[in-house]
């Protein structure tokens, strides 16, 4: 975390210190919110903050481990350009023997904005986790939407706490087991306010799909779909599971079916090529798919017959059978920034996209017809916005 700050870092004395641009303060014990309002204030100080503040959101990030807050962070940050916003990040770890909570605040200017964020991050490790809890309020800016990054798994008091407060919850179901897939579910059709980068991730896919039956040769197909089948790198992951049961909500006379595709082979050895000082080099080589991701999602309409593949970057969709011809058309994938997906799902600051609880309830469903395969393959243990 490199803030720049000019100057040495100003000594806290004996109750805080300066962490690198952060100013840090420690408790063994109850957290004293109003020292750490006062290390906010401090932290503005010295860096010009005026004391008129632009503030839209609040955005809270909850992970389980420092690896995946550290991961988070960046496509926080990146989000908060579009969204001024007061970072909260909470960091659970309760399997430490030591029970504490460290206060890091910052204050700092994303990406020359002319604007400042305010970052505060709570790390609690054993018994001091369950206080992190009560201290959300004190942390949030009051009368403005608070939007929670959800990087643990989809239980827990917290997070139960997080639906009945916040305006929106963000999850990666792409991160957990199939069996995740219900209970979250569960949420949502209870009315919860959940989005999920899992859902943004399928994005172009559910485009291109609506993209070549909106071709005006190809409309008279819509209404002849009857079957669609989803296939994977591997063993299925949550994200094939949600595409599936988005064409299942959409097409309900389909039958739809989502299959495991080959493992990816190892890499081959580079062929032979032109030396280094050739004016045209090879193509570098596209990255490899991980485990669970979607190779390819087929729909029949008879007698025409959709394929869409992935293509390194490009989604290549092909139609057959039609009485026009042979049909391709491509669609770029977007490049995979930080805080891109989280960004989309941002669009809607409260509420439910209703297209997704549809969709995700047919994919839990069809999670208890897919063999578990433990945690989701090729995919971090915490999420990444």
């Known amino acids: 975390m490199n803030e720049g700050f000019a100057g ?14 952060d100013l840090e303060i420690k408790f063994t014990d109850a957290i004293d919110m109003a020292r750490v309002r006062g290390l906010l204030n401090l932290a503005r100080e010295r860096v010009g903050a005026p004391v008129e503040r632009v ?11 420092d690896a995946s807050w550290e991961k988070s962070w960046p496509g926080l940050e990146a989000v908060s350009v579009l969204h001024p916003a007061r970072i909260v990040g909470l960091i ?3 399997n430490e023997k030591e029970a504490s909570i460290t206060a890091r605040v910052a204050v700092l200017r994303p990406n020359n904005a002319p604007f400042f964020v305010e970052r505060i991050v709570m790390r609690a490790t054993g018994a ?3 206080r992190l809890d009560s201290s959300i309020d004190g942390l949030l800016v009051p009368d403005v939407p608070t939007v929670v990054v959800w990087g643990g798994r989809a239980e827990g008091h917290l ?11 963000i999850v990666d179901s792409g991160t957990r087991p199939l069996s995740a897939l219900p209970e979250l579910n569960s949420y949502l059709q209870r009315g919860a306010p959940v989005g999920d980068l899992a859902w943004a991730r399928i994005f172009p896919w559910q485009v291109l799909a609506a993209e070549v039956l909106d071709i005006p040769n190809l409309r008279e197909h819509r209404g002849n779909l009857r079957a ?3 296939t994977t790198q591997g063993p299925p992951g949550p994200e094939a599971l949600l595409l599936a049961g988005w064409f299942q909500s959409r097409v309900r006379r389909a039958k739809v079916q989502v299959v495991a595709g080959a493992a990816q082979p190892e890499a081959a050895p580079p062929a032979p090529g032109p030396s280094a000082s050739s004016s045209n080099p090879p193509p570098p080589a596209p990255e490899p798919l991980a485990a669970g991701q979607i190779i390819e999602l087929a729909f029949e309409a008879p007698p025409a017959h959709f394929k869409l593949q992935r293509n390194g970057g490009i989604l290549e969709a092909q139609v057959r059978g039609d009485d026009d011809g042979e049909l391709v058309h491509r669609l770029r994938l977007p490049p995979d920034t930080p805080g891109a997906l989280l960004a989309q799902e941002m669009k809607m600051l409260a509420g439910c996209d209703d297209i997704y609880s549809r969709a995700l309830d047919e994919a839990a469903k069809l999670a208890n017809t897919v063999p578990q395969t433990g945690s989701s393959p090729g995919k971090e243990k915490e999420s990444a916005p």
């Open 8 to 21: 040495e870092p100003m000594s806290m004395g004996a109750s805080g210190k300066a962490r690198g641009a």
């Open 55 to 65: 503030q839209t959101l609040n955005l809270v990030g909850v992970h389980y481990s």
């Open 92 to 94: 659970a770890l309760p």
């Open 128 to 130: 001091a986790v369950r």
């Open 159 to 169: 997070l139960r706490r997080a639906i009945s407060t916040a305006d929106r919850v």
């Open 228 to 230: 669609a089948t989803v």
